[in-house]
């Protein structure tokens, strides 16, 4: 009777998971599990991007969307949402309060610098053609243990292999170790570091010295399908791309007449063959080191670059980012392909989703007569430390300000938590510069986690008790803290924190899911699929999808 009275109950929760797609009698028996994990992230991919320009996708994105299980409610719960933070969410299924990476640089009081959020003095870059870097790369801030260091502990002979066009993205998705984790470095070059390796790995030289880059050097990025096909014009004054390179199409990679030779890389590295080089590099990595071939489980991350470069210097309306999605599209569909015929399209799942967002252009949003601007770090300080010379005498009070995160100097830290009142002057001034919503003092975030107010309790789930600056500025929506690029990120508002979450294989039933989400769930929810453990993470397994 007991086990009959299971049965009733598991159905009964099927029968009334919150989603759309077949019926729940109608699904196969569970599938066996996977002998390949994959992790693919889209850097700066919002979800509204699957509406808006995802009609014309017949390829990877198309599958997942439409073959997939897709959370339509999936937001990054914290404020500061950047690649590194995002990555290192996706990798270890818990948020920056945890797992300490809490931007992509910020303050380190012991180097009284600003340091990028993988940099650390005792790796060395090993590069596999070319000059090395000048700093070495690991992942030695990062907390937690990611998806892949829980596997390569339960199992040795499994493999990891993790891959993208930035350091950080690769690395906070490998966590502390890896069979092969590159990334292409500062100095234009493929590498990995002795965090990882002790030498070039033999199979990723292999890829790299028969495929150069330099063969592209002459491609033009243009349009892939018809002008028709893309959504809005491709005029925008407010766009900034970089040097060499025109507001609308065509793109040279080797950049206008008269651009010096060494700007390819730059180029090349922010359009979508960077993507596509990505892509055969998986495939090939996937082949060569037999993953989902062997006894062991292996596991296979991807974090696509090109779409944030590009959101960056055009904003998320133009043409250059749909074109950029059309050629994921074709890019995605060659690696699946390529999957189902080495591993076999049942024996493998995948995770799919994005670091963060991106606003719109604020000038553009001006233009249109809506309210954004940019507050720039400058002028932070520059209203606190004169509220703080005001009510206390002077200084100096702030060492440095990165983005929405205030460090005060040792003696005003200090100061600070004697007396709590001590920064109010600056919280009240900084809190009146135009485009800014809140500023929080750090002593009232640390039990805000659960706050009922959705801004509090975003601010406190991205600040590290260690990391985090004493003081946090929270924008307006469509404001944003930075002037270097057209577009960015970093805020708690919808742009920024929706994102997608799609889940693909034969473990997942396909259909839109109402149920809330967010991309700490990914590492869980691959987990569960081969029965690994783990333990103390922020994020769920999303069992409403599971066969």
């Given at each position: ?436 919503l809140r500023a929080f003092s750090a002593h009232d975030l640390e039990s805000k986690r659960e706050s009922a107010d959705p801004i509090e309790r975003a601010a406190a789930l991205g600040h590290h008790s260690e990391e985090s600056g004493e003081v ?76």
């Amino acid at each position: 009777m007991k086990r009959s009275l299971c049965v009733v109950a598991l159905a009964l929760l099927v029968s009334t998971d919150s989603r759309s797609g077949p019926a729940a009698s109608e699904q196969p028996a569970p599938a066996p599990a996977p002998k390949l994990l994959i992790t693919v992230v889209v850097d700066q991919m919002r979800f509204d991007y699957i509406d808006r320009y995802g009609k014309g996708w017949d390829g990877g994105l198309g599958r997942l969307v439409t073959e997939g299980a897709v959370f339509e409610r999936a937001f990054y719960p914290y404020w500061n949402t950047v690649t590194c933070a995002g990555h290192a969410t996706i990798g270890t299924g818990t948020l920056p309060y945890r797992h300490g990476v809490i931007m992509n640089e910020w303050y380190r009081r012991s180097a009284k610098r600003r340091m990028a959020c993988t940099d650390d003095p005792s790796a060395t870059s090993i590069p596999y053609t070319g000059p090395a870097e000048p700093v070495g790369h690991s992942s030695h801030r990062l907390r937690m243990p990611t998806l892949g260091d829980r596997l390569l502990a339960t199992s040795p002979a499994s493999r990891v292999v993790v891959l993208s066009i930035k350091p950080r993205s690769a690395i906070m998705l490998a966590g502390q170790r890896g069979t092969a984790v590159t990334w292409f470095a500062d100095t234009n070059v493929w590498a990995t570091s002795t965090a990882f390796a002790e030498a070039p790995v033999a199979e990723v030289q292999k890829f790299v010295t028969g495929n150069p880059i330099e063969r592209e050097r002459q491609e033009v990025w243009d349009r892939v399908r018809p002008q028709r096909e893309y959504v809005g014009t491709d005029v925008s004054a407010d766009a900034r791309p970089r040097a060499g390179w025109t507001s609308t199409f065509p793109h040279p990679l080797s950049g206008a007449p008269g651009t010096p030779a060494d700007r390819f890389s730059d180029f090349w590295e922010r359009s979508p063959y960077s993507d596509a080089y990505l892509g055969r590099m998986a495939a090939a990595l996937a082949r060569d080191y037999q993953l989902g071939q062997r006894d062991a489980v292996d596991h296979l991350a991807i974090s696509f670059s090109a779409l944030d470069y590009v959101g960056h210097d055009f904003g998320p309306a133009s043409h250059e980012v749909q074109d950029t999605l059309f050629r994921l599209d074709k890019t995605l569909a060659t690696l699946f392909e390529a999957l189902d015929s080495s591993v076999g399209r049942e024996r493998y799942a995948v995770a799919f989703s994005a670091d963060h967002g991106v606003s719109a252009i604020p000038e553009s949003l001006v233009a249109a007569g809506g309210d954004a601007g940019r507050v720039l770090n400058a002028a932070v300080q520059k209203v606190a430390e004169a509220a703080m010379t005001a009510a206390h005498g002077p200084g100096p009070y702030v060492a440095h300000v990165e983005y929405s995160n205030l460090y005060l100097t040792d003696a005003a830290k200090q100061r600070a938590h004697e007396d709590r009142a001590f920064v109010q002057p600056m919280l009240t001034a900084v809190a009146s510069i135009p485009g800014v919503l809140r500023a929080f003092s750090a002593h009232d975030l640390e039990s805000k986690r659960e706050s009922a107010d959705p801004i509090e309790r975003a601010a406190a789930l991205g600040h590290h008790s260690e990391e985090s600056g004493e003081v946090v500025v929270v924008l307006w929506r469509n404001w944003v803290g930075t002037n270097t690029s057209a577009a960015t990120h970093g805020s708690g508002h919808w742009y920024d924190q929706h994102v997608p979450v799609i889940f693909l294989g034969p473990a997942f039933k396909p259909g839109r899911y109402s149920t809330p989400a967010s991309p700490a769930d990914l590492a869980p929810t691959l987990a569960a699929l081969i029965e690994l453990a783990m333990p103390d993470v922020d994020g769920r397994v999303l069992s409403g999808a599971l066969r």
